[in-house]
């Protein structure tokens, strides 16, 4: 995996904790954190496509926070598991392996970071 994987792992990661934010969030201090966070996924996500696909990264990314923030609202906050729910994040991490295995990269050279 390269360096360019990893940003959009971390991007994607990254968007867990501020969509939480979006929701949870009722300090200044709080607000900071979240705004914070996507800057940094979004600085992240935007050096990944610089080489990367764009799409491939795009649905990565949006995958990653969608089971993310999804898994979050059942574990943390304890809203309600229904086994559909689990099938459905089961398909769309298929389908995200399965974009990113069938994506070559990108032989593009960027700027140095």
Known sequence: MNKYWMYVIISGITEIFWVAGLKYTESYWGW?????????????????????????????????GTVGTVLTEMVIFKEPIHLAKIGLIFVLLIGIIGLKSVTSESKQQTKSS
Request: charged residues 5%; contains cysteine; aromatic residues 10%.
């Open 32 to 64: 900071l954190i979240v705004i914070a966070a996507i800057s940094i996924s979004f600085v992240l996500l935007l050096k990944a496509c610089a080489v990367l696909p764009t799409g491939t990264v795009y649905a990565v990314f949006a995958g990653i």
